[in-house]
């Protein structure tokens, strides 16, 4: 089994119950079973100059372990997007459900479709906060540096505000 870790965020429609339905589906994966899961983290869109505003995020993270290989998880990932609901089409439009791989292991990949450690993830304040809180000492292979060590030093501006508790979603297996 490997570490992974998994950064989920939504800003259509119920943006919770989008987070759970994420969770649920991917606890379904075989030979693959949910770790920690972050609080919920409420944080701006970063959004390019020409684009219309568009709703806040609900960000979270989650560690998993797996038997998948990256590519299989990966293309499980995106079907489960598109079984919620994305449609994919403009960058960085409007998603109901985004799921990202962040780490698998200590692995540095670059096949084609799939880029671990993610190449954003730390310059991202809503990658980084919500795993931060679950595992502040995971070592990023590329920048050898902790996940807690890449927040102090993520770009300043990008709003990030942890939710308050709220009853659970309920879902059904």
């Given at each position: ?86 449609v994919r089409g403009r960058k960085n439009a409007p998603r109901i ?77």
């Open positions: 089994m490997t570490r992974v870790y998994l950064s989920l965020g939504s800003n259509l429609g119920d943006r919770r119950k989008n987070l759970a339905l994420a969770l649920l589906e991917i606890s379904r994966l075989p030979r693959t079973r949910i770790g920690k899961i972050s609080s919920i983290y409420r944080t701006g869109p970063i959004l390019p100059r020409g684009l219309s505003p568009q709703p806040d995020y609900f960000n979270q993270a989650a560690g998993i372990e797996t038997e998948l290989t990256p590519l299989v998880l990966l293309d499980r990932l995106l079907e489960i997007e598109k079984k919620l609901g994305r459900i985004d799921i990202d791989i962040i780490y698998f292991g200590r692995q540095i990949l670059a096949p084609k479709g799939l880029a671990i450690p993610h190449p954003r993830a730390a310059e991202r304040r809503f990658v980084l906060k919500p795993l931060c809180e679950l595992y502040p000492q995971i070592l990023d292979p590329v920048r050898q540096k902790t996940v807690a060590e890449l927040l102090k030093s993520a770009p300043a501006g990008q709003k990030i505000r942890k939710l308050p508790k709220h009853r659970n979603v309920q879902i059904k297996k």
